[in-house]
C-alpha cells in the first residue's frame, strides 16, 4: 500500500505499507513501513523488489533473525515426538535453564565461538554434569545449521573443559548395616515401608519400578516380578510409563523371604482397604487411599526413620546400589548383575559397582594363591 504525506517542511513525500507474510522463525506476521519516497514511482518500485527480495531470500533484514531461544523452541517441539514424557520434561527444564542464564534475548548467528567457550566455561563451574547442558545447546545448533539459520556449529571448535568428579559418592550398606536396619524397620516401620525396603534390597528394582508394580507383575507361584513400567511425575502428575531402557524391561527371581513379606503385605492392605473403605487400584506399594506413594513422601520417610534411629543416613537409590554390590561380594558373575539390575549393557554395571571394600582387597592375594597351590 502506497501512501501520500507532508513532511514538517509541506513537501510530498511517499510511503509504503507492506505485508511480508508470517516469518517461520517466530511464527509471527512480519509487516514494513518505508517513507521519503519522492514519487509514488519509486515508492511502488521499492515494494516490488522488496516483496521479491524475500519471497526469494525470506526474511534476511537483522531484525528478523532468530533468537536462540526462537529456535531451541522449533527444536525441542520436534524432539518431543522422539522421546518419552519424562526425556522431554527433563530436557525443557534443563533448556529453559540454559536460555535464562546464558541466551537470553541473543540472536543466535550473534554467537561466536568466543562467546560460547565462554558459556561452556560458566556451565562446567556450575554443574558437574555440565555436559549435560552442552548436550542440549550442541543439538539446537545442529538443528540451526540444518535449517540453514547458521552457517556453523561455534560448538565444535570449542575446548571442553574436563568434566568434574561427582561430590558424593554411592552409598552401599554393608551385609550387617543391612540386617540392621530392616531389622529395626520390621519392629517400628508401617508394614508397607518395611515391604518396600525390604523388596528394594533384595531385588535391586529401581525407586519408580517398585512403586509403578502392580499385584499382577508378581508371580507368587514362579517366584518372580515382572518389570514392565515405572512411576514418573509428568507435570505434577504421577504415571507409568514403559521402563528407562529396552533392559529394564526384564523378570527379576525373588527368594523365598521376598515372596513371603509381599504375601503378607498384600494380605495387610486388604485388611486395610476393608477397615478404611479403600477401592484397591491393584498397586503393591501404595499410599493410605490406595493410590501411588509419591516420590517425595518415599524419600522423606526414609530419612525420618534413619533419624529417629540414629541410623547412617543413605538415599532410597542406596538400597539397589546396595544390593548390587552385595550381588559382586557374593561371587556373582557381572552379566547376571547386570541382566538383574536392567543396565543397557554390562559396562555400566562394572563402571558403578565394581568398587572394592577392604575385606574384598585383602582376599585378593589370598585367593590367588590358593589356585596357584591347587
Known sequence: MIKKYLTKDGETRYMLQAYLGVDPFTGKQRRTTRRG??????????????????????FTDHSSKPTFKEVADMWLESYETTVKPTTYQNTKNYLNAIIEHHFKDIRIESVSVAKMQKIVIELSKKYVTYLNYLSIINRV??????????QTNPVDRIIRPKQQKPRKEKIALTKEELNKFLTLAKKDARPVLYTAW????????????????????????????SVSKTLVTINGKL?????KTKRSARTI????????????????????FFKYGVKSKNIVITNTKGGYFDF???????RYFLGKHKLKQ??????????ASLLFEAGIEPKTISDRLGHSNIQTTLDMYTHLND???SDVADRLLKFLEA
Open 314 to 323: 543413605f538415599s532410597v537409590h542406596s538400597l539397589r546400589h546396595t544390593h
Open 141 to 150: 545448533f545442529k538443528y540451526a545449521v540444518h535449517l540453514d539459520i547458521v
Open 37 to 58: 519516497f519522492k514519487t509514488q514511482k519509486e515508492a511502488k518500485k521499492a515494494e516490488r523488489e522488496l516483496l521479491l527480495s524475500v519471497e526469494e531470500n525470506g
Open 239 to 243: 504415571s507409568t510409563q514403559s521402563p
Open 253 to 272: 527371581s525373588l527368594d523365598d523371604s521376598t515372596v513371603q513379606i509381599l504375601k503378607d503385605w498384600k494380605l495387610e492392605q486388604k485388611k486395610l
Open 296 to 302: 517425595a513422601h518415599f524419600r522423606d520417610e526414609l
Open 359 to 361: 575385606k574384598q582387597r
Open 198 to 225: 525390604h523388596t528394594l534390597a533384595y531385588t535391586g528394582l529401581r525407586r519408580g519400578e517398585l512403586l509403578g508394580l502392580e499385584w499382577s507383575d508378581i508371580d507368587f507361584k514362579n517366584k518372580t516380578i
